[in-house]
Antibody
Framework: EVQLVQSGAEVKKPGESLKISCTGS????????IAWVRQMPGKGLEWMGI????????RYSPSFQGQVTISVDRSINTAYLQWSSLKASDTAMYYC???????????????WGQGTMVTVFS | EIVMTQSPATLSVSPGERATLSCRAS??????LAWYQQKPGQAPRLLVY???TRATGIPAKFSGSGSGTEFTLTISSLQSEDFAVYYC??????????FGGGTKVEIK
């Protein structure tokens, strides 16, 4: 089965570090970009950044540059999103998604993980 | 950076009626637009890419149109499973891959 499976919910305190994961299976993980998307409680979707497992190329949204780190371990088909010092405002659901080439020059998030809820409070 | 604006924020529709959702880009994105549906407690689901091409398995009741800066998603004969939040996303010269703020389609 083609799927992205994310790590479980996390409850952390402000200032703590965190790394969440997204593991792909059933397809060639290295040949698709992976995106991370934030959804704060009751709010919309925000694109955070993307990474290409096959070439370790990573790009960030200006809104998240310097706030998070995206990485990948191609050997275990897993992408990561990490924080070095969490804030209460990082409380949100985080999704990973696969970016597929749907047609020449057309791309979309065709496969999504189930989401990882991160709660930060003191 | 391209800004995507969706309207209305909330759309109240009676079952069986049609819903028309709008998405506007701050500059031309050609036809590089996707639409997603998100139900409560679920991850988003791809509906349309290329502004008007339905993704695999998406029923014909979902119809996308537009190009340049103005786009529309039309949902015909709304059923209970169609009440959800819908997002547009541009992917012209990505990254960035900007989402609109979403339109919630609720039961009238």
């Amino acid at each position: 089965e083609v799927q992205l499976v994310q790590s479980g919910a996390e409850v952390k305190k402000p200032g703590e570090s965190l790394k969440i994961s997204c593991t792909g299976s059933g397809y060639s993980f290295a040949t698709y970009w992976i995106a991370w998307v934030r959804q704060m409680p009751g709010k919309g979707l925000e694109w955070m950044g993307i990474t290409y497992p096959g070439g370790s190329d990573t790009r960030y949204s200006p809104s998240f540059q310097g706030q998070v780190t995206i990485s990948v371990d191609r050997s275990i088909n897993t992408a990561y999103l990490q924080w070095s010092s969490l804030k209460a405002s990082d409380t949100a659901m985080y999704y990973c998604a696969r970016i597929a080439t749907m047609a020449p020059d057309h791309h979309a998030f065709d496969l999504w993980g189930q989401g990882t809820m991160v709660t930060v409070f003191s | 950076e391209i800004v995507m604006t969706q309207s209305p924020a909330t759309l109240s529709v009676s079952p069986g009626e049609r819903a028309t959702l709008s998405c506007r880009a701050s500059q031309s994105i050609r036809s590089k637009l996707a639409w997603y549906q998100q139900k409560p407690g679920q991850a988003p689901r791809l509906l349309v890419y290329g502004a008007s091409t339905r993704a695999t398995g998406i029923p014909a009741k979902f119809s996308g149109s537009g190009s340049g800066t103005e786009f529309t998603l039309t949902i015909s004969s709304l059923q209970s499973e169609d009440f959800a939040v819908y997002y547009c996303q541009q992917y012209n010269n990505w990254p960035p891959l900007t989402f609109g703020g979403g339109t919630k389609v609720e039961i009238k």
